[in-house]
């Protein structure tokens, strides 16, 4: 699974949408070759259909889509926004990290939504957010010292 790496990072974005965001998160995928176009286009159906559902915490979403809707490989990818933005989720609005998720199976996508978890609780949001480079997020995976 390709996680965080720094093919799959954009960091502060302006986004104007929550649209703008997902796309972008979603863009890092396609571009890695883990999924293809349509995945970011059934991302986004997905939030127009559904709503926020996947804004899980305060100021964090894991926009994804199923993986029979274009998903080629397992990865994360990570857009911190310049201005959060509002998706709609009253509880955890307004949202500032965006992580990509495609993966190829139900197990994986598993294995993908823990990684997130684990990075989310052993640091803050604020720490994201003022992520510069590929060294200072090694350092926050715990990858450097």
Same mark, same amino acid.
């Given at each position: 699974?390709?996680?965080?790496?720094?093919?799959?990072?954009?960091?502060?974005?302006?986004?104007?949408?929550?649209?703008?965001?997902?796309?972008?998160?979603?863009?890092?995928?396609?571009?890695?070759?883990?999924?293809?176009?349509?995945?970011?286009?059934?991302?986004?159906?997905?939030?127009?259909?559904?709503?926020?559902?996947?804004?899980?915490?305060?100021?964090?979403?894991?926009?994804?889509?199923?993986?029979?809707?274009? +998903?080629?490989?397992?990865?994360?990818?990570?857009?911190? /926004? !310049? *201005?959060? $933005? %509002? =998706?709609?989720?009253?509880?955890?609005?307004?949202?500032?990290?965006?992580?990509?998720?495609? +993966?190829?199976?139900?197990?994986?996508?598993?294995?993908? /939504? !823990? *990684?997130? $978890? %684990? =990075?989310?609780?052993?640091?803050?949001?604020?720490?994201?957010?003022?992520?510069?480079?590929?060294?200072?997020?090694?350092?926050?995976?715990?990858?450097?010292?």
């Amino acid at each position: 699974m390709n996680f965080l790496t720094a093919d799959l990072l954009h960091f502060h974005f302006f986004a104007e949408s929550p649209q703008a965001a997902i796309k972008e998160s979603g863009r890092l995928l396609v571009n890695a070759g883990m999924a293809e176009p349509s995945y970011v286009s059934a991302m986004l159906a997905s939030f127009r259909d559904n709503g926020p559902y996947f804004v899980i915490a305060p100021g964090i979403a894991i926009a994804h889509a199923r993986p029979e809707d274009g +998903s080629l490989g397992s990865a994360v990818s990570l857009v911190t /926004l !310049k *201005k959060p $933005v %509002v =998706f709609g989720c009253v509880a955890n609005d307004p949202v500032s990290v965006v992580f990509g998720l495609s +993966s190829y199976s139900g197990e994986e996508h598993i294995q993908a /939504l !823990k *990684k997130i $978890v %684990v =990075f989310v609780n052993s640091t803050s949001v604020e720490d994201i957010l003022k992520i510069e480079n590929v060294k200072e997020l090694a350092i926050l995976k715990g990858e450097l010292s």
